[in-house]
């Protein structure tokens, strides 16, 4: 991550990062402020390695913030978008870049209270999206991830994590989650009955890829049988969008989340079954969901009479 001086700077990225959090401290930061400032980063270096980028450019931190909002709150994100603002004037500060490549690149917008930024597919879409995926080696594939998303509530991320071995079949086929904030897979979801076939067909194909551990991985020629980025899933699931001729731009990768949840509640799901599936950590969370979906379903001015 870190571009070499004309001084031939040698120090390490750990000694830039320790170097610089020294300096956050003598600055006046708390230690709580220093500590979210470490983990925002360690997520930033850990998703240029994931996307195999080596040289960032203000292109690839405003792409990061999409990615880290498909998982954290808006104020995380700007929490973390300051600690690498932060360090990249700290490394021209010392000359270990010229200029800094973050200093351009805006924060997340917090949403209002209760009202999500990604809408969500409706029940039609959802079922045009999955019929694009055809019975190529391709296909079998993207239908399985979209299939996670729109059944069991995964976020890119998260199938992105995935492994093989994450993937059990103990009566019922469930898939254990490495959720947000999390070190590793804890959670779970079910696959509902009538979908195992879909991801039974994927595990066909995969055994013929590789060993890597993923449970998705990539079928170009330049890197097949590695895991998939979370990139490359947003774009197959784009791709996949505009076929189906779903080009509304408030209709993300994400959307696919907040289908399940939403078709989940408005098919009599408990508010404790939806936060099982969703992993919320809070409760709360859920219950803006089912507000949502109530607001809409069951207005009140639909029962006013005069």
């Known amino acids: 991550m870190l571009a070499k001086t004309e001084q031939n700077i040698v120090k390490s990225a750990y000694d830039f990062i320790e170097s610089w959090l020294e300096n956050e401290r003598l600055q006046g930061k708390s230690e709580a402020t220093l500590e979210s400032y470490r983990r925002g980063l360690c997520r930033f270096s850990k998703y240029l390695a994931e996307n195999g980028i080596t040289n960032p450019t203000p292109a690839d931190i405003s792409e990061f913030r999409v990615y880290e909002l498909a998982t954290y709150s808006a104020q995380t994100v700007n929490l973390t978008l300051s600690a690498v603002r932060s360090f990249y004037r700290y490394l021209v500060a010392v000359g270990a870049m010229p200029y800094s490549i973050a200093s351009d690149v805006k924060g997340a917008k917090r949403a209002k209270a209760n009202q999500h930024?990604?809408?969500?597919?409706?029940?039609?879409?959802?079922?045009?999206?999955?019929?694009?995926?055809?019975?190529?080696?391709?296909?079998?594939?993207?239908?399985?991830i979209i299939t996670l998303m729109a059944y069991c509530g995964l976020r890119a991320v998260e199938v992105q994590r995935a492994n093989l071995d994450n993937l059990k079949?103990?009566?019922?086929?469930?898939?254990?989650?490495?959720?947000?904030?999390?070190?590793?897979?804890?959670?779970?979801?079910?696959?509902?009955?009538?979908?195992?076939?879909?991801?039974?067909?994927?595990?066909?194909?995969?055994?013929?890829?590789?060993d890597d551990p993923a449970l998705f991985v990539s079928l170009s020629k330049r890197n097949q049988g590695e895991r998939l980025s979370t990139r490359a899933i947003r774009n197959l699931v784009k791709e996949h969008y505009h076929a189906a001729g779903v080009d509304d731009d408030t209709k993300t990768t994400h959307s696919l989340r907040h289908s399940a949840i939403t078709s989940a509640?408005?098919?009599?799901?408990?508010?404790?079954?939806?936060?099982?599936?969703?992993?919320?950590?809070?409760?709360?969370?859920?219950?803006?969901?089912?507000?949502?979906?109530?607001?809409?379903?069951?207005?009140a001015e639909d029962l006013i009479k005069y």
């Open 117 to 144: 930024k990604r809408s969500e597919l409706s029940a039609g879409e959802v079922l045009d999206v999955l019929a694009t995926c055809d019975d190529s080696v391709e296909g079998i594939r993207d239908r399985a």
């Open 265 to 299: 509640i408005r098919h009599g799901a408990t508010p404790m079954q939806v936060q099982a599936m969703a992993r919320h950590a809070s409760f709360d969370t859920t219950l803006n969901y089912v507000h949502e979906v109530n607001r809409l379903d069951s207005p």
């Open 169 to 210: 079949i103990n009566g019922r086929m469930t898939l254990w989650v490495q959720g947000k904030g999390r070190a590793e897979a804890d959670e779970f979801v079910v696959i509902p009955r009538d979908q195992e076939i879909v991801l039974r067909r994927w595990l066909v194909e995969r055994k013929k890829l590789g």
